[in-house]
């Protein structure tokens, strides 16, 4: 099995950064994509930001110039910087891993827990 485990959120003011990151463990073969969700109450979860293994990226329109996703993957990590933050980027963000436990084994989803980012003043 694959555990992911978000750290890095908390409260910031609009305008202010924040840096997410997620680390990857566990029976690991191969990931393919890496991402953050971000989900608040009554809400489908959305795509914020997403990375393959080979460098493509994928932003939602809200993030795109403020928010920038990278990738270590020699590490198993990513991380998410967070710019120029506003009051709707308040939600749960969960990291998210497409990834394979073998070469047997086709690609599977894998979630973090979530980690609370709230903006305000």
């Known amino acids: 099995q694959v555990q992911l485990v978000e750290s890095g959120g908390g409260l910031v003011q609009p305008g202010g950064s924040l840096r997410l990151s997620c680390a990857a463990s566990?029976?690991?073969?191969?990931?393919?994509?890496m991402g953050w969700y971000r989900q608040v109450p009554g809400k489908p979860r959305e795509l914020v930001a997403s990375?393959?293994?080979?460098?493509?990226?994928n932003y939602a329109d809200s993030a795109k110039g403020r928010l920038t996703i990278s990738r270590d993957n020699a590490k198993n990590t990513t991380s998410l910087q967070m710019d120029s933050l506003k009051p709707e980027d308040t939600a749960v963000y969960y990291c998210?891993?497409?990834?394979?436990?073998?070469?047997?084994?086709?690609?599977?989803?894998?979630w973090g827990q979530g980690t609370l980012v709230t903006v305000s003043s």
């Open positions: 566990g029976s690991i073969f191969s990931i393919y994509v």
């Open positions: 990375i393959t293994n080979s460098g493509s990226t």
């Open positions: 998210h891993a497409s990834a394979r436990i073998s070469i047997h084994s086709g690609y599977r989803e894998f």
